[in-house]
């Protein structure tokens, strides 16, 4: 294990320990913007401060990104990305599906991961080329081929009252799957591709903080990740759609003949471009 990983899952679970010392309590409820499905809370603010603590005093040099606290300006190739508390939402009702994810990207491209659920004491780990891990064992996606009998999982983005985006596409899964799950969490749902819970993840509108520990994990236990257009996973694009390998042309599919990626194609072309 190297020393990136180490100080990671100490980070991470130094993350867990607060997240366990708050759950169930009242906390102090904020919003990041006038949208009322983006929340934070101290936890978020903690948990961030006591990662990067951590990350800094072990690697000043490198770059940090932390959810709440955004980009710091360093020319390192290696940056931390942290969300401290992935389904602040969940975490704010005290439903039990949130985690700490932490990734170490070089050149964009992740080489270290640990998603951690406190409440679980489920360690999520990865580093590049060397597979994936649950608390020591290795990690696998399954071999499923067909999706009727996948279990799969996605989310909604914070704009979707405005967008509507992806509730088409989770009507068509459902109807064609064994199950679809939406719990919250994507750094979660991710690890869980990874660790063979479930067959297969899309989902857009989240960030570079909630996908590059998970979808490293996903890629060293075997499986596949690219962008939801069919193009190569782009840590920046705000999209994922990752699976055990086997699925995966079954999911585009229909995401790509699907209403929804029809109108985001649309409105993508349409969006104000810069002068």
Known sequence: MSLFLKTAIQAAKAAGKIHKEYYGKTLNVRFKSKNKLNLVTEVDTLCEKTV???????????????EESGKDSGTSEYTWLVDPLDGTTNFAHAYPFFCCSIALVKNNKPIVGVVYDALRDECFTAEKGLGAFLNGRRLSVTKTKSLAESLVCTGFAYAVRETHYNLDNFKQFVLKTQGVRRDGSAAMNLAYVAA????????????????AAGVLMVQEAGGKVTDISGKPFDLLAQNALATNGKIHGQIFKILKNGKDEKVWAEKWAKRPRPA
Do not use: C, T, V, Y
């Not at 990067?52 to 932390?66: A, D, V």
């Not at 063979?196 to 996908?211: K, L, S, T």
């Open 52 to 66: 990067l603590k951590i990350l800094k005093m072990r690697f000043p040099s490198h770059n940090f990104w932390g």
């Open 196 to 211: 063979g819970r479930f067959d297969g993840f899309w989902e857009r509108g989240i960030q570079a903080w909630d996908m």
